[in-house]
């Protein structure tokens, strides 16, 4: 089992940034890639970014690119999603996860584990 824990949400004026961050313990050498998705009230669960844990590629939603920044510590096992510029619609919760493949990281059921998730609120 891969365990992992998110930090770093909060509530944040329009235009500020925020970092999450994703720690994971347990068997993280069965993880392949980390990813961030986001669900708001009343919508389904988004992808956001990935990044592999070998070669560091990283895959990022329309809605992210230019803004976010996803980020590993292959050491401390932990993945960080930077996010600048963020605008009211950015408010939701943020989830990480991890996935044992490279491949098909924008879809959230090729995903094993997944964290509890950090509310994100930026306000207008």
């Known amino acids: 089992q891969v365990q992992l824990v998110e930090s770093g949400g909060g509530l944040v004026q329009a235009g500020g940034s925020l970092r999450l961050s994703c720690a994971a313990s347990g068997r993280t050498f069965s993880s392949a890639a980390m990813g961030w998705f986001r669900q708001a009230p009343g919508k389904e669960r988004e992808f956001v970014a990935a990044v592999t844990w070998n070669s560091g590629n990283t895959y990022y939603a329309d809605s992210a690119k230019g803004r976010f920044t996803i980020s590993r510590d292959n050491g401390k096992n932990t993945v960080y999603l930077q996010m600048n510029s963020l605008k009211p619609e950015d408010t939701a919760v943020y989830y990480c996860?991890?996935?044992?493949?490279?491949?098909?990281?924008?879809?959230?059921?090729?995903?094993?584990?997944w964290g509890q998730g950090t509310q994100v609120t930026v306000s207008s």
């Open positions: 996860a991890t996935s044992r493949y490279v491949l098909g990281l924008r879809y959230w059921n090729g995903y094993d584990h």
